[in-house]
């Protein structure tokens, strides 16, 4: 069975940066693509990128396209999550997501979850 464990997340002032991964175990990612989900207080949880299973492929959402990076190490089974140039607006819990299919932003595509890791951006 497939589980996912983030890591990462943590306090960094505006315009720092930090490095998510998305450690897999119990089953190889290579066939599932991953997407980075957030969760900010009181708002709904948002796509922030996803990349294909074999890394070939990669989307962003608006407002983290030219920031974020998301690539994947499968012989490392962890998908990581390069975010630069952080702004307050960025602090919310981020999540990994799984599925054995088409990598999408859209959360309800995706049927194994990790617990969330919390990134806050403040000075």
């Known amino acids: 069975q497939l589980q996912l464990v983030e890591s990462g997340g943590g306090l960094v002032q505006p315009g720092g940066s930090l490095r998510l991964a998305c450690a897999a175990s119990g089953v190889t990612l290579d066939h599932y693509a991953v997407g980075w989900f957030r969760q900010a207080p009181g708002k709904e949880r948002e796509g922030v990128s996803c990349i294909s299973h074999s890394g070939g492929s990669t989307s962003y959402a608006a407002a983290v396209n030219g920031r974020f990076t998301i690539s994947r190490d499968n012989a490392k089974n962890t998908v990581y999550l390069q975010m630069n140039s952080l702004k307050p607006e960025d602090t919310a819990i981020y999540f990994c997501?799984?599925?054995?299919?088409?990598?999408?932003?859209?959360?309800?595509?995706?049927?194994?979850w990790g617990q969330g890791t919390q990134v806050t951006v403040s000075s």
């Open positions: 997501a799984a599925v054995w299919g088409m990598a999408t932003l859209k959360s309800n595509f995706y049927d194994c």
